[in-house]
């Protein structure tokens, strides 16, 4: 079993929807939880993180953890053309290392 | 002001081959990492590395090896590349582990293709 599971993409929406991204993780002793974004071609950039449980918000973006049920989610809300990219959702484990889920391929369309 | 770079870009290669890809970080981090994206976009990480330790994925075949002239520097040597070495090679960096490891800086990438 993978560390992390994310929900297999692409996903394509229209300017102005409501994006909700999704992962599950195996190990209930993972404490951090990211979200990074990943443009074509480009190295993955850290968007949010959120520590234990709970909800984070940043602009258009929360981050949210349900421990109870070891699940990952982003929202994104009056998604643009320009959040057209990959997503990929992330823990921390033990050593420090960093494990990926497998990444989901976001389009918003103009 | 690039915070991690990598070169080459682009590396095309024949099996059997040896190579090398540079990595430099200028944001005085202390630990550094190599990872590997396959063709269906799964990072999987390969190494940390600081300048106390050295962590190695178990998984990692030890024709890959990670040197370290200094803190900010890690490049990756390859010894007799195999097709399935095919793949985008990151670079990435953080603070020290105890405070910051969930917030990496990656490099643009190097994409390796093996013939």
């Known amino acids: 079993q993978k560390e992390v599971e994310q929900d297999p993409g692409p996903l394509s929406v229209p300017e102005g929807a409501i994006v909700s991204l999704n992962c599950t993780y195996s190990n209930s002793a993972f404490q951090y939880f990211m979200w990074y974004r990943q443009y074509s071609r480009k190295g993955p950039e850290l968007l949010m993180y959120t520590y234990s449980s709970g909800n984070k918000e940043d602009g258009r973006f929360t981050a949210q953890v349900d421990k109870s049920s070891k699940y990952i989610s982003l929202f994104i809300r009056d998604s643009q053309p320009s959040d057209s990219a990959t997503y990929l959702c992330a823990t921390l484990t033990g050593a420090n290392n960093l494990f990926f889920g497998t990444g989901t391929r976001l389009t918003v369309i103009p | ?115």
């Open chain 2, 1 to 115: 002001d690039t915070a991690v770079s990598q070169t080459p870009k682009y590396l095309v290669t024949q099996m059997g081959n040896d190579k090398s890809i540079k990595c430099e970080q200028n944001l005085g981090h202390d630990t550094m990492y190599w990872y590997k994206q396959d063709s269906k976009k799964f990072l999987k990480i390969m190494f940390s590395y600081n300048n106390k330790e050295l962590i190695i994925n178990e998984t990692v075949p030890n024709r890959f090896s990670p040197k370290s002239p200094d803190k900010a520097h890690l490049n990756l040597h390859i010894n007799s590349l195999e097709l399935g070495d095919s793949a985008v090679y990151f670079c990435a960096s953080s603070q020290e582990p105890a405070g910051a490891a969930y917030e990496q800086y990656f490099g643009p990438g190097t994409r390796l293709t093996v013939t």
